[in-house]
């Protein structure tokens, strides 16, 4: 919620540090092949992009697209 404050303020260098976190979070957290990290992905790329950043920001969305087109494996923990 801090980043997209600071993104709804237009301090999109502000809110880059915590979209980063929330990344690696669930990068630790999820699965490689879990689409929910292409949200993740994708806010970092919209954040870039505010910032006028343009190659940083598709760097991004290509990651959160290319996230979006693996299929997700069932959560192991979901089925017990």
Do not use: W
């Amino acid at each position: 919620f801090i980043a997209r404050a600071y993104y709804n303020q237009n301090r999109y260098a502000e809110s880059l540090p915590y979209y980063q976190k929330t990344l690696s979070i669930e990068q630790s957290s999820l699965t490689e092949d879990d689409p929910s990290m292409a949200t993740a992905y994708h806010n970092l790329a919209t954040a870039y992009f505010g910032m006028r950043q343009y190659g940083e920001a598709l760097k991004y969305s290509m990651k959160s697209v290319e996230q979006c087109r693996k299929p997700a494996k069932p959560n192991q923990s979901s089925l017990k």
